[in-house]
């Protein structure tokens, strides 16, 4: 990020949830202890939103990014770049939406895997990312409670998972936001007839493009999963996941061929 963004001061908190210590000795980073853990179902949510909820109260700046450790900004100044738009265009919120292909979660909105803040349009004392996961009753009914076939219950959910990061998306959808454009390959005939609320495919003009980065950069990448963004017709960024850590790609060489080409651009 330093590389990309040489010219920009970022005080970075890290909230060390893993079980191996940080070896990261510079002025401008802060290792916070782990939170413990819960243990109850979707534990990994209720981790990452604890986490992210302790290292709040040590936030003194105007802007808060909110970032993943496996999600790779690539473009030069883009801290510089968006914090400028950001102000220009009057926005409280920036970022990656959750991917289409995760249905069961919020759309049309930031999700905390990049999600930067301004401060002065959204105080800070307002942001809870604690999930719901399980809390509504609707939810329970059609997880739990009804026998239906496995294709509706997955529109019936479409949207419904109150994951980390919902209560912000519920309070603040209707303050001035701006999402980056994930790549999706979708049949969209297919949901034609159906409402945004349940069909699996996003129905917002624009919201997903079928270019791809990833395709050309690392084509191993881009067949095990890892998601990309694109940020006014540019690439802007890829997200790992869960789902694209394979034994194939677990090293760093898959990385390096895809960041190499933008830092040395620089």
């Given at each position: 990020c330093q590389q990309l963004n040489p010219d920009?001061?970022?005080?970075?908190?890290?909230?060390?949830n893993d079980a191996e210590p940080l070896?990261?000795?510079?002025?401008?980073?802060?290792?916070?202890?782990?939170?413990?853990?819960?243990?109850h179902g979707d534990k990994g949510s209720f981790h990452h939103a604890a986490a992210i909820m302790s290292a709040l109260p040590l936030v003194k700046t105007r802007f808060l990014l909110v970032l993943d450790h496996d999600f790779y900004v690539l473009q030069k100044n883009w801290l510089h770049n968006i914090v400028q738009h950001m102000?220009?265009?009057?926005?409280?919120?920036?970022?990656?939406?959750?991917?289409?292909?995760?249905?069961?979660?919020?759309?049309?909105?930031?999700?905390?895997?990049?999600?930067l803040i301004d401060l002065e349009k959204i105080p800070l004392e307002q942001l809870d990312f604690t999930p719901d996961i399980g809390l509504g009753f609707w939810d329970q009914l059609i997880s739990t409670k009804l026998s239906l076939p496995a294709n509706l219950r997955k529109r019936l959910q479409v949207g419904q998972f109150k994951d980390t990061g919902?209560?912000?998306?519920?309070?603040?959808?209707?303050?001035?936001?701006?999402?980056?454009?994930?790549?999706?390959l979708a049949d969209t005939t297919q949901e034609r007839f159906l409402f945004d609320r349940f069909s699996l495919i996003p129905k917002k003009v624009g919201y997903f493009t079928r270019d791809s980065f990833l395709q050309t950069l690392s084509p191993l990448g881009y067949?095990?999963?890892?998601?990309?963004?694109?940020?006014?017709?540019?690439?802007?960024a890829f997200h790992l996941?869960?789902?694209?850590?394979?034994?194939?790609?677990s090293d760093e060489t898959e990385l390096t061929r895809v960041l190499t080409p933008f830092i040395t651009r620089i």
């Open positions: 920009f001061s970022v005080q970075w908190l890290i909230v060390n070896q990261l000795e510079q002025a401008n980073i802060k290792i916070l202890p782990a939170v413990p853990r819960v243990l102000q220009a265009q009057q926005l409280g919120f920036f970022g990656s939406v959750w991917h289409p292909r995760w249905t069961y979660q919020y759309r049309y909105f930031p999700s905390v895997h990049c999600m919902s209560r912000i998306q519920k309070r603040f959808a209707n303050r001035y936001f701006e999402c980056l454009t994930p790549h999706f067949e095990h999963g890892w998601e990309e963004f694109f940020w006014q017709n540019q690439p802007f996941r869960m789902v694209g850590r394979t034994p194939e790609i």
